[in-house]
T-cell receptor, first 110, second 118 residues
């Protein structure tokens, strides 16, 4: 069966510091991968989508970037965090029309 | 652009009773997918049920079932025999059947918080 992992689970970072969140998927090949952000009390907003290694599409221009160095690895990064980057970050994978989510990372920028 | 509306910020149900969560959506597309996700306090989004728009039959998964009204653009979730573990935020989501790339994204409603009481 497929499983999706995210780490770290929780992160507290100062403004201006770099960021790296990692997502890995097991049990499937060539998945479509997504990064979403959830602000407090809100639904999810798509940040990035990847259909394959090195192929990244951005939904919303912002302070973040994404990379896919391996088939089942998806990384969310920032060179300098802003206060507004705080939130809950969820990675998801899909093979067809259904998306399955990882456990998420809670990011607090102080 | 598609929108998803959940008009009930909070709902409450007694254990073993039945509750229905409402969702409406707006789209000009004829083929799409609709989902209900559950987000417990752990905050992981868990798929509850999935409906394909071209299928008239309502989807069911054990105690969970939907009432899909395509003409009315309505997609409600019914939870039967509610259990304490059902307490969570429930999100309705839409996905275009035509979407590729970022158009394959899920569009979420704002969620309904379900409380289950003894």
């Amino acid at each position: 069966s497929q499983t999706i992992h995210q780490w770290p689970a929780t992160l507290v970072q100062p403004v201006g510091s770099p960021l790296s969140l990692e997502c890995t998927v097991e049990g499937t090949s060539n998945p479509n991968l997504y990064w979403y952000r959830q602000a407090a009390g809100r639904g999810l907003q798509l940040l990035f989508y990847s259909v394959g290694i090195g192929q990244i599409s951005s939904e919303v221009p912002q302070n973040l970037s994404a990379s896919r160095p391996q088939d089942r690895q998806f990384i969310l990064s920032s060179k300098k965090l802003l206060l507004s980057d705080s939130g809950f970050y969820l990675c998801a994978w899909s093979s067809l029309d259904t998306q399955y989510f990882g456990p998420g990372t809670r990011l607090t920028v102080l | 652009a598609q929108t998803v509306t959940q008009s009930q910020p909070e709902m409450s149900v007694q254990e073993a009773e039945t509750v229905t969560l409402s969702c409406t959506y707006d789209t000009s597309e004829s083929d799409y997918y609709l989902f209900w996700y559950k987000q417990p306090p752990s905050r992981q989004m868990i798929l509850v049920i999935r409906q394909e728009a071209y299928k008239q039959q309502n989807a069911t998964e054990n105690r969970f079932s939907v009432n899909f009204q395509k003409a009315a653009k309505s997609f409600s979730l019914k939870i039967s025999d509610s259990q304490l573990g059902d307490a969570a935020m429930y999100f309705c989501a839409y996905r275009s059947a035509y979407g590729v790339g970022t158009a394959s994204k899920l569009t979420f409603g704002t969620g309904t918080r379900l409380q289950v009481t003894l």
